[in-house]
């Protein structure tokens, strides 16, 4: 028994590495300025199963996701009341002490950081690979101060929004007696942890080649 449910949990690990995870941000912005919310939700299964966290006014709450759609959860606290200020004490200098005859007194600078500096770049590079943007969403209504620039601004946003590709969802009404932008902006992100543990590991063994490296030129 021990062992079926050691090998379904394995398959169900390897399976949540290799599908993507599903990000999403969402900002909600009413008209009332009090009342606007983010919502930030992420888990496996293509966002079947997973977490949100939402600011509301004054509080954040905690709680599990189920098919995208947010469970009753924990309210993790208000704002609170900002202590008074307290004279901030500067800790003593502590005496530098004066290395022993016959060592040495500063470290070689760049002897390490040469090396990792490569490793370090390209998994910096490859990073943003492991995220993709499945969807961008805006609806609701924007404006300036001056009508005749809302105007104007909403005529380019007609022109350009048929050349905008399918992921990219811009639903924009003009607002000529209020300024701002009132509605819903939402994110939506597949983030893949298979490939990122594969980048991971590819680093790590990167560092471990140039440890042993300096080891072995160290101690030939």
Known sequence: MVDVILVWGAGLAALAALLPIRLRCRWDCPTVPSEAALYLTGGPWLGLLG???????????LGAALAGRPLPGLRLGGASPRPA???????AKASRKAWPSGRRTK???GSLARPLAAPLARFARSVP??????????????GTADPARTGLFFGAVQAVAPLLPARLDLDLAPDFQRQGFRGQVEVCLWFHLGLALLLLGRLLASIAWVFLRRRWAAHP
């Open 129 to 142: 690979g492991t995220l993709r943007l499945r969807r961008l969403r805006v609806h609701g209504c924007w």
């Open 85 to 91: 200020a307290m004279a901030v004490q500067e800790p």
């Open 107 to 109: 470290p070689e600078r």
């Open 51 to 61: 977490l949100y966290l939402r600011r509301g006014p004054g509080s954040w709450r």
